[in-house]
């Protein structure tokens, strides 16, 4: 645990990207408890920077599961620990995605260092991904 604290408090030194902003919106706007509005975050976090991230990822894959894909990775670590990953399960409305979508946009910090660039209208791609699949 006292090697999580410090690998988290470096990645806050370092920026957390579309996943943290994503979680920030469901847990100020629909009570998730953190940590489980991360489990859809890093999801969203995952697809969105696969190629900007393509040697960490493999790295963070393998570490998981001995695999080569980090979405299929944590989706299998989200299955074992029967965690849902969806907005639907998550009581989220489906006609809430573009507020979310927009909120999580406007999250400059977060936003402002995300390793690929998003566009709003790519934050409610990803969103819309996460609600029932």
């Known amino acids: ?6 690998y988290g408090g ?10 943290h902003a994503i979680t920030h919106v469901l847990g100020a706007h629909y009570h998730i408890p953190h940590g489980k509005a991360a ?15 393509e040697s960490q990822f493999l790295d963070l894959a393998f570490m998981l599961n001995r695999s080569d894909d980090l979405e299929k990775a944590l989706l299998g670590l989200y299955s074992d620990l029967d965690i849902t ?34 566009s709003e209208n790519k934050i409610r791609s990803l969103i819309e991904r996460v609600y029932d699949e």
Do not use: H, W
């Open 39 to 53: 489990t859809i975050g890093l999801i969203c976090f995952v697809r969105a920077n696969k190629k900007s991230c």
């Open 85 to 118: 990953a969806t907005l639907k399960d998550n009581g989220i409305p489906e006609e809430d995605l573009k507020k979310i979508a927009f909120y999580a946009y406007k999250d400059a910090v977060n936003m402002a260092t995300n390793p690929t660039q998003l």
């Open 10 to 19: 470096i990645a806050f030194s370092k920026g957390l990207g579309v996943g």
């Open 1 to 6: 645990m006292c090697m999580a604290a410090a």
